[in-house]
């Protein structure tokens, strides 16, 4: 399908990619004397906008991820209508989200540096560790849970920013957000066990599926991820957690501690919140003399990508 010109006051410059749910667009708005702000715009598929749940699904995303402003969240900007489409307008990153940068060092033989890893995990328990202690206007909490962390949600910029994105399937304790009972959101190789079971979450959950990402960061290799969804559910059902240093022999004792305690299966034997798991990996980068910075990983993603430098 060819790209639109525009979409609402958007200006199109070109398609990033498409999804199950939304196309995305590198875009600008115009304004007085060549002023441009560069956006990405997030739009429906057109012949999902007459279901009523991927329609409310994305004006939640909107709703939800506008009231986060944090540097390790990518910001919503607005939510708007265009030729009966909905759209968001978003943060611009420019980048490669961790499902891209993975299949790049597969093809190249290589795997992410411990200093590089350490820093992108560290981002995303920042952002989410915000998201989860994220409070109502009234002061009241928000206990809003992202339930979708995987790769593709995660993106690096070239200039060593890490963003969180996608908060279509986040859930907060409003009435107007709750899902079904027994519903299971989310993708499945990323699931935790409370989640797979269609139980109430909390913010524990997110930790799961970022000790699920740090497996998959560090060693180039899916944890649960298989060829169909039948065995995949099947992997994430069994719940065996392979051993990080069989397949990164480099990485410290710790590190891999670290991923047994976020992959607990009981939520009150992991990390409490995803703070507390980012000071756990900032504590083996510090003792390890690795430079969590985030220029350094740029510099990292622009020689893996230097087509994009």
Known sequence: ??????????????????????????????????????????RILPHLLETEDFAEMFQQEANVASRLHHGNICQVYSL???????????????????????????ERGERMPMAEACTVLSAVCEGLDYAHHKLHTDGSPLNLVHRDVSP?????????????????????NRPSYETKSGTIKGKLAYLSPEQMMGEKLDGRSDVYAVGIVMFELLTGRRMFGRDNDVATLRAVKEGVIPSLREF?????????QIMLRALARDPDDRYQSAGSMREAVRRVAYKNRWQCRSDRLGRYLRSVFPANA
């Open 152 to 172: 593709p949600n995660v993106i690096v910029s070239f200039e060593g920013q890490v963003k969180l994105i996608d908060f279509g399937l986040a859930k907060i």
């Open 248 to 256: 990164r022999p480099d990485a410290p004792v710790e590190l891999e």
């Open 1 to 42: 399908m060819k790209s639109p010109r525009s979409i609402g006051p958007f200006v199109v410059r070109r398609k990033i990619g498409t999804g199950g749910m939304a196309e995305v667009f590198q875009a600008t708005r115009p304004g007085v004397d060549g002023f441009e702000l560069p956006v990405a715009v997030k």
């Open 80 to 106: 708007g209508r265009d030729e009966e489409t909905l759209y968001m307008a978003l943060e611009y990153v420019d980048g490669k989200d961790l499902k891209t940068i993975s299949a790049r060092l597969r």
